[in-house]
């Protein structure tokens, strides 16, 4: 039975669904662009300023269980989905065809990844997993006259089924070894030591993760994905989906045990190292930015794969300031190709060429951009760096001497494609002009954003200290 | 205080350059240099001001010290301090920066702003790497300073030969010196795990550390750690592939930060972080060290008698002058290591000489080939005769600073290590061969092409001129310079004596 304290508990989650249908009753009533974009933004707004009632939390609602993890995650969800609807205004200005819905499958995708957050039970996993993952098809082949947004909608959506197939098998492995689904039951009925049927369940849930998370070799539909959907949906999977899946994971980690077993951890190891090494390579000769963003990204991933296999307090608070540091790069590098791709005109603006000499003709976009990459690459006096340092203390706190062998070479060579991108921006302008942004970036709302996050990455990078106490005291709280 | 504004004067002056592109062209280039100067202003009244007569063993080493809490959850501070070691090296800071403003002079034209940006923030991120005590703060700087480099010498190098372009050398510099210096925050970082593992208290401070008790099986993996990462830096023979071509491919400016400065950072990292931190190990490890030391003396050498880029050549003899460094550091004898501190500031004199007038000259015949250059005694004023001056400094010619230094480094060694000095000897017959080639090839023999050039003017003079002026002086009446790294040597040869005795009295005390 639901309690007064239990609605409080899930307040977010209930103010961004309403939104969802808030949204969906008034594209139905009057489309109307702004105001929608403008009542999204506000119920995320919202939804940021309900998350400290909820917590600590006094009751637990079914299903659900909203410790300091899920408030860090939830928050960090919010904000992300904020900066990609405020990007998504700009992008979708000259879209031709209807709109408002995209903000219709953003926020429903944002209640999924809210839920996905604070899951404590398989089935409640498995249904906020699936709402975070429907609208995103949707999103990805939005603008589906362009060929390669379908295309990139429909790999998707045939990867995401396999995936869940995995998923939904592992589950069914584990509740018939164990008879339970929460998380809590399934980590007590165990108590000799997991058999093979176990330990199988437990490497499909991360198999099934590991395609969410792209992790190599279930990465192959990232880069095709990640260059085809629109930009503001790329940025969504690059952030909310991603960072909703690495959290889950983490909890799966963090309250059943057998998920640490010996040989589950060399197995994730093995995949950690090919997914550091494997997108740092697979990005060194791209030429198109979304896809080496999407490659980086995978790398990233498996650096902070690290936390996964450690898996103790240390690594839920690496995963949090990793996660943060992630998070404002990621924003403000593809906010950048973003901005330049807006107003929507076929497909984005996404090829090297179109960056060369952006700093010349405007300075302060390029260096939101150098900044950002810089904070990719890890340099020291960005937020990147901050996350770098913990990954790397982590894996020497617990002596994974292979690990940190693996996050030091993927660095090295992630650097030769940063660089490269990042020199391209300075690079004397060949002449050739195809796409530039509009003169008044700087002036809108989405450049204004940009300019924040890429003081924030500053900011983080040079005094951390607020962002680590942060996530230390709500690490301290998770369960 | 003051040392906190020693390293912000460079940043914030860069920024002052790039908004004062509007005001003009010159303008950037005056507020660089003021900036530059300051920095040298500064490190001299701190010099003059200062008292460096520490009694051997004090328990405070440092003439100023400025430290306040930055990241509590891991004990990092940020920690400033300053002794005789990196005053020195601060005040060459500032001087070699000056320089590098006046010399891109004429030589920068475009993004004029832009450039001194990036130039003055090498800078400060090379005054911080001499004044950070905290590890944290140290490896900060130590990276830091490797952007703007990568951009000076990527947007305003010179191509060099196909596929060898600026960009390439830019980036392998780059991803040489990030990637060890990775390897070496993981020394950092087991270091503190290891600290924290024995006294439950995070920390990164260099006085602490020094102090904490590393397990024998790892001590020396950690020690390696940090050793690569000063090894790429300084450069020690198999790390030195980006060198030439950062060299050659970078503007003048580029060069000769990179040569005068940014080399100078490894060997300081070594004396101050390096041998301090793990003293037995180190002491172990001398006998590779050395003959790393020795290869790098003879490698250098020989492969800069082959060179027809007139910058390659002073890259390779870079190696070649910190091969010696590298023995003195790792001979453990004071004389040696006031050598090296010596030979250090000679370098940085000699080869930013040497950079400079090859930049000169490139302005002049647009090329830094050798093979067509020749005959240039009679076309050029003035230029040759300084050239001849700054070879024979760095021939390591009596009265020149480079004398010093090299003396007293072999003199030093000899004791521990007599065989390495008989080899090393060899190397300054190799260095006067090379230097030799230089100005036969450039100056002398048949004259290439006919028609008189422009000789220098007075920003040339005075550039070459102070350097010359102090080349000489510091050969003359070292005294000075020893003076103040007295005690950090004796302190450095005195924990090389007795690694383990010093240990255990660091834990007494």
Redesign the interface.
Known sequence: MLTTADLVTVLPLIIVASTAVIVMLGVAWRRNHAVTALVSAAGLVLGLLALPLTFPATSSPPLMQVDGLAVMAGTLVLVSALVTVILSHHYLTGYIGPKEEFYLLLLCATAGALALVASDHLAMLFISLELLSMPLYGMLAYSFRAERSLEAGIKYLLLSAAATAFLLFGMALIYARTGYLDLAGVAGALVQAPDAWMLAGAALIVVGLGFKLSVVPFHLWTPDVYQGGPAPATIFLATVSKLAVFVVLLRLVLAAPFFSSEWLQTLITVLALLTMLGGNLLALFQANLKRLLGYSSIAHFGYLLVAIVVGNALATETTGVYLITYLVTTLAAFGVVTLVSSPFGGEDADGLPVYRGLFWRRPYLAAVMTVSFLSLAGIPLTAGFIGKFYVIALGVADSRWWLVGGVVAGSAIGLYYYLRVMVTLYLPEPGMRRRDVTNDWGSRIGGLTLMALAVVILVLGIYPAPMIDWVQGLSGLTN | MILVWLILIPFLGGLLCWQADRWGEQAPRWIALATMLFVLVISLWLWVTGDFAFPQGAQNQWLLEWRTS?????GVEVHLAIDGLSMILVALTGFLGALAVLCSWHEITH?IGFFHLNLLWILGGVVGVFLALDLFLF???W??M??PM??LI??WGHSGSPGQTR?RA??RF??YT??SG??M??AI??LV?IHFGNSGEWSFSYDVLRRADVPEAMAPWLMLGFFVAFAVKLPVVPFHGWLPDAHAQAPTAGSVDLAGILLKTAAYGMLRFGLPLFPEESRAFAPVAMTLGLIGIIYGAVLACGQQDIKRLIAYTSISHMGFVLIAIYSGSELAIQGAVVLMVAHAFSSAGLFILSGQLYERIHTRDMTIMGGLWGRIPALPGFTLCFVAASLGMPATANFVGEFMILFGTFPTAPVVVVIASAGLVLAAIYSLILMQRVHFGPVYRQGALAGPDWREYIMMLSLLALVILVGLYPQPLLDITAGLSASIAELFAEGSLADVAGEVR
């Open positions: 930055w990241i509590p959850r891991f993004r490896f900060l700087f990276e830091m490797l952007v990568y951009f990527a947007l960009i830019a980036t780059f991803i990030q990637a990775l390897l925050l993981v970082l087991s795990f």
